[in-house]
C-alpha cells in the first residue's frame, strides 16, 4: 500500500508541471495586464511598474523565475492586492473555503445517503416519489438562484440570519452559505445512493440474508451500505476538491473572503501570480484528494486491492 | 480486515471530530464591538493603502478616511484647511506658503510636520515608487520646508486646482521613520500611521477594512463614529442585500434592475448626485471610416437620442450629456455641442444629410463594429444607440462585447476597434481633468485624437492667472474639440447611494466624497 501511495506521488509530479506550465502560458496570453485600465497609466509609471514586478523580461525567464521561487515555496505577489503576497492570499482565503466547504459536505454526505437510502428502501413509493422530486430540484435549480432568493427570505424578510459575512456576528453566518454549497451535493448525492442502493438490494447475497431472517435495517447497515457507497465515494474525490477550494458564487453572493472569490477575480485583473497560485494549490489538492479516494476504495473493496 | 460498520464508524468519527474543529473555529473572529460603528458598503476593493500605490476611486475613499492633506472638503464639497490651517498665494499664482497646524499629529503622537508634505511628494514623484498620481505634481516646480510649520510650493505654472489637487490621498503627509522602519509594508494594519480622523486596524483581503477612531487626530473632538468598517462587496445586489437587512448604512452604489424598486420604497434613502464623470463612445482616429471624417462622426453623434436613453435605457437620473465636462465644475461653464439646441428630429434630419455627404446611403450602409466590456447594462445602452443608428442613418453597428481588460488591450492596439465604450471620472475639481484627457500625449486618450489647436489652447489656458482668462481658453478648447466629434459624450454619471436614516451629517457632492469623520448615528430610538 505505502509502495503504491509512493508511486502514485510520484506520477503526480508531471502532471502538476504540465498544469503550471499551460496556466502560466495561458495566463500571459489572456490580452491586457494586471495594470491596465480606463484611467491609463503614464508610459513610464508603467514602465517601472513593469520593471518593479520583472513583466518586462521575455516570457521563458519569467517562467523559470516562477519555478525557482515556487520551489522554495514563494508564490510571489499580488499584482492587484498589492500590499499582499499571493501565500498570504492563499493562506487568509482557503481556511474559509475548508471550513464551509466540509461542512457542506458533511451536512450532504449525512442528509444525502439517508435520503436515498429511505427512497431505496421504499422504492416506487410516495415516500421514494418525494425524496426525488426534491433531489430532481436540487439539481436543476442553479446555486447562484438559490443562494439570493434564501437571502431574500431569510435575512432580508425575516431577518433571522445575518445576509452577509464581513461583521456578522459567529456561527449564524455560516449557516446560509453552508445550506446553498450543501443543497445540490444532497441531491445529487441522494439520487446516486438510490441507484446504487437499489442495485446493491437486488444481488443475491441480500437476498440470503433475507432467508436467514435479518431485518431490512441489519442488512442495510451491515450489507448493503457499504458496496452501495462505492459510486458516491469516486464521486466525492472531485466534488470535494471543487467544494473545498471555494464556490465562487455562494463567496460572491454572501461576501465570503474565501479561495474562490479571489480566483475570480485575479483571473478577471489579469492577476498573473493570483491566478497562477490558485491553480496550482488547487490541482495539488485534486491529485491528493483522487488519491485518498482510491486508498479507501482500496480498503472498502478488497478486490480492488488485489488487482 | 476491517468490517463495514468499522469503515463507517472511522469514517463517521473523523467528520464529527472535523466539524467540532471547524465549529469551534467558526466563532473565532467575532469583532469585539466597543463604541459606535458605520457600515460602508465599498463597490471596489482597494488596490493598496500605500497612497501612492492606489489607484481607484474606492482606495481613495478610503484613505481619506485615514489621512489628510493640507487642505479637504466639507460634506457639501467646499474647500477647507486640513492640516494646514491656513495659506497663501503669491499674485502671480505661482507660490503657495501653507501653514501647518502646530497641533497636527501622527497616530504615534510624532508631530505632523510641513517636511512630512515634502517627503510624500518627493516619493510621489520617484519613479521607483512608480504611482499612478506621479503626473499630479508635475507643474510643481520647487517645494521647501523652511520651518516645521511652513511649506513653500512653487510653480511652473499657475494651476488654480493645486488646493484641489492638495486634498487627494497622493498628496497626503509621509512619515519617514515609518517608511524605513518597515520599507514596503508599511502600509499594513498595525503599521500603518495615520494622520486623519481614523487609524487603519484591520484589513482581511475581500472583506472589510476596519479603521479605529484616531485619538491623536488635531480634530479628534469632533469626530462622532468610533469605528468604520468599509464592507468589501463587489456586488450592487449583494450590497443592497445587506442595506435591506440593516447590515450596512451606506451602499456604495445601487443596482439597476433594482433601481425603481428602490425609489419607490425607500424614497428618502436613495441619494442620486451629480458626479463629475462622463459615459462616452469613442472612435479610433487613426484608421478609416471615422480617421479624418468629422461629419461621418456627427452624424452618427447627432442620431442618438441622449434623453430618450437616460429616461428610458440608464433610468437612474444621468443627466444627458451634450458636453465632454459635466456641469457643476469650478471656474467653468462647459461649452454645448453645436446641435444641442435642436429637437430630435431636427438632429436626425441633419444627422442623415451629413451620412449622405460623407458617402453613405441605404444601398451603401456604413457598417461598423461597436465595442463594449460584458455587461448587462452597457449592452443595454448599445442595443439602444444601435438601433438609433440603424433607424436613423441606416448605418449598420455590429455589437461585440469583450472582457474589460480585453477591450482594453484593443482600444489601445488600435488595429481592431473602430468605435468603443469608455468614460472619464474627474481627479479633482476643474475642467482640466477632463479636457487634458484628449491632449496628444495624454495616456488615456483612447480615441487618440491630435490636435496642435486644441493643444495649444491648453497649453494657453495652462499660463493664465487670471481664472477668467484660463476658463476662456478651455472653454475654447472644449468647443474645438466637440465641434472636431472626437468623442460621443453620451451621459453624465451620477452617484447613487443609499444612506439609512440613523446616519447625520451625509451631504451630496459632484466629487462624491464622503468623509466618515463628518457623519454621525442618530441616537437609537
Not at chain 2, 487 to 512: A, C, E, M, Q, T
Amino acid at each position: 500500500m505505502l509502495r503504491y501511495t509512493l508511486l502514485r506521488l510520484l506520477g503526480a509530479i508531471p502532471t502538476l508541471l504540465l498544469v503550471i506550465v499551460l496556466a502560466f502560458l495561458m495566463v500571459h496570453a489572456a490580452p491586457g495586464g494586471p495594470f491596465d485600465s480606463e484611467r491609463a497609466l503614464p508610459p513610464e509609471v508603467a514602465e517601472d511598474i513593469e520593471k518593479h514586478y520583472r513583466l518586462d523580461e521575455p516570457l521563458p525567464q519569467q517562467l523559470l523565475r516562477y519555478m525557482s521561487g515556487l520551489l522554495q515555496g514563494d508564490l510571489g505577489p499580488s499584482y492587484r492586492y498589492r500590499d499582499y503576497t499571493v501565500s498570504e492570499l492563499i493562506a487568509s482565503g482557503f481556511p474559509l473555503s475548508l471550513q464551509i466547504g466540509a461542512l457542506a459536505m458533511g451536512l450532504a454526505l449525512i442528509v444525502g445517503v439517508g435520503a436515498g437510502t429511505l427512497a431505496a428502501q421504499r422504492k416506487n413509493t410516495l415516500v421514494d416519489r418525494i425524496v426525488m422530486g426534491f433531489a430532481m430540484t436540487g439539481i436543476s435549480i442553479p446555486v447562484f438562484v438559490v443562494a439570493p432568493v434564501l437571502v431574500l427570505l431569510v435575512a432580508v424578510k425575516l431577518h433571522w440570519l445575518p445576509a452577509g459575512w464581513s461583521g456578522s456576528p459567529g456561527f449564524a453566518k455560516y449557516v446560509l452559505p453552508v445550506i446553498t454549497l450543501a443543497l445540490p451535493q444532497i441531491a445529487y448525492i441522494a439520487r446516486l445512493t438510490r441507484a446504487s442502493m437499489i442495485d446493491v438490494l437486488s444481488r443475491d447475497y441480500i437476498r440470503t440474508a433475507y432467508a436467514q431472517g435479518l431485518g431490512t435495517k441489519a442488512i442495510i447497515r451491515v450489507h448493503a451500505l457499504k458496496p452501495a457507497m462505492l459510486p458516491v465515494l469516486s464521486y466525492m474525490g472531485p466534488a470535494v476538491a471543487a467544494v473545498l477550494t471555494g464556490s465562487v458564487v455562494i463567496e460572491e453572493v454572501f461576501g465570503i473572503p474565501g479561495l474562490g472569490q479571489f480566483f475570480v477575480r485575479g483571473a478577471l485583473n489579469r492577476d498573473y501570480t493570483l491566478v497562477l497560485g490558485i491553480v496550482i494549490f488547487y490541482a495539488t489538492l485534486i491529485v491528493l484528494l483522487n488519491l485518498i479516494v482510491d486508498i479507501l476504495y482500496g480498503v472498502i473493496d478488497p478486490r480492488v486491492r488485489q488487482r | 480486515m476491517l468490517t463495514a460498520m468499522k469503515v463507517i464508524r472511522i469514517i463517521g468519527f473523523a467528520a464529527l471530530l472535523g466539524l467540532v474543529v471547524i465549529l469551534a473555529n467558526c466563532g473565532g473572529d467575532e469583532p469585539d464591538t466597543q463604541g459606535s460603528v458605520l457600515n460602508i458598503g465599498l463597490i471596489t476593493e482597494p488596490e493598496s493603502l500605500d497612497a501612492h500605490k492606489a489607484r481607484s476611486i474606492q482606495a481613495a475613499d478610503v484613505l481619506r478616511d485615514i489621512g489628510e492633506g493640507l487642505l479637504s472638503y466639507s460634506p457639501t464639497g467646499e474647500l477647507v484647511p486640513g492640516a494646514a490651517a491656513s495659506w497663501q498665494v503669491s499674485e502671480d499664482g505661482l507660490r503657495y506658503t501653507f501653514k501647518i497646524r502646530e497641533n497636527a499629529r501622527w497616530s504615534n503622537g510624532d508631530a505632523v510636520t510641513a517636511s512630512h508634505f515634502a517627503f510624500g511628494f518627493e516619493r510621489l514623484v520617484n519613479p521607483e515608487t512608480a504611482a499612478f498620481y506621479a503626473g499630479f505634481l508635475a507643474d510643481i516646480k520647487n517645494v521647501e520646508a523652511p520651518d516645521e510649520q511652513t511649506l513653500l510650493i512653487s510653480l511652473e505654472r499657475p494651476t488654480p486646482y493645486l488646493l484641489s489637487l492638495l486634498t487627494h490621498p497622493a498628496t497626503f503627509p509621509m512619515h519617514p521613520g515609518s517608511l524605513a522602519e518597515h520599507g514596503d509594508d508599511f502600509a499594513r494594519p498595525g503599521k500603518l500611521l495615520s494622520n486623519g480622523a481614523y487609524v487603519l486596524d484591520d484589513w482581511v483581503p475581500g472583506s472589510v477594512i476596519t479603521l479605529r477612531r484616531n485619538e491623536q487626530y488635531w480634530n479628534n473632538s469632533a469626530t462622532a463614529i468610533d469605528e468604520v468598517r468599509h464592507h468589501l462587496l463587489t456586488q450592487e445586489m449583494t450590497q443592497l442585500a445587506r442595506y435591506r437587512a440593516g447590515e450596512i448604512d451606506i451602499t456604495g452604489s445601487v443596482p439597476p434592475d433594482s433601481f425603481q424598486q428602490v425609489k419607490e420604497e425607500l424614497g428618502e434613502q436613495l441619494h442620486v448626485a451629480p458626479y463629475l464623470g462622463v459615459y462616452y463612445y469613442g472612435f479610433n482616429l487613426t484608421k478609416p471610416p471615422f480617421k479624418d471624417n468629422p461629419r461621418l462622426r456627427q452624424a452618427l453623434s447627432m442620431a442618438i437620442d441622449r434623453d430618450l436613453l437616460v429616461q428610458k435605457v440608464t433610468g437612474r437620473g444621468e443627466l444627458p450629456a451634450y458636453s465632454w465636462v459635466p456641469p457643476g465644475v469650478e471656474n467653468y461653464q462647459p461649452t454645448l455641442l453645436s446641435y444641442a439646441p435642436m429637437t430630435q428630429q431636427e438632429r436626425n434630419a441633419v444627422a442623415r444629410q451629413l451620412y449622405k455627404e460623407a458617402g453613405y446611403s441605404d444601398e451603401n450602409p456604413l457598417k461598423f463594429e461597436l465595442r463594449y466590456n460584458t455587461s448587462d447594462s452597457q449592452r443595454r445602452v448599445a442595443v439602444a444607440v444601435q438601433a438609433m443608428w440603424k433607424d436613423v442613418l441606416g448605418a449598420e453597428a455590429t455589437l461585440i462585447n469583450e472582457e474589460f481588460q480585453v477591450l482594453i488591450a484593443n482600444v489601445r492596439k488600435r488595429e481592431l476597434t473602430q468605435v468603443f465604450r469608455s468614460s472619464w471620472i474627474g481627479d479633482y475639481n476643474d475642467a482640466h481633468t477632463f479636457l487634458s484627457v484628449l491632449q496628444q500625449d495624454s495616456p488615456a486618450n483612447q480615441p487618440a485624437y491630435a490636435s496642435k489647436e486644441f493643444d495649444s489652447l491648453m497649453s494657453l489656458a495652462a499660463d493664465q492667472v487670471d481664472l477668467d482668462r484660463r476658463r476662456l481658453y478651455l472653454e475654447e478648447a472644449e468647443r474645438l474639440l466637440l465641434a472636431d466629434h472626437a468623442v460621443i459624450p453620451i451621459y453624465f454619471y451620477v452617484s447613487k447611494h443609499l444612506v439609512s436614516p440613523r446616519i447625520d451629517g451625509w451631504g451630496d457632492n459632484v466629487l462624491d466624497y464622503h468623509y466618515s469623520q463628518h457623519l454621525s448615528l442618530k441616537a437609537a430610538e
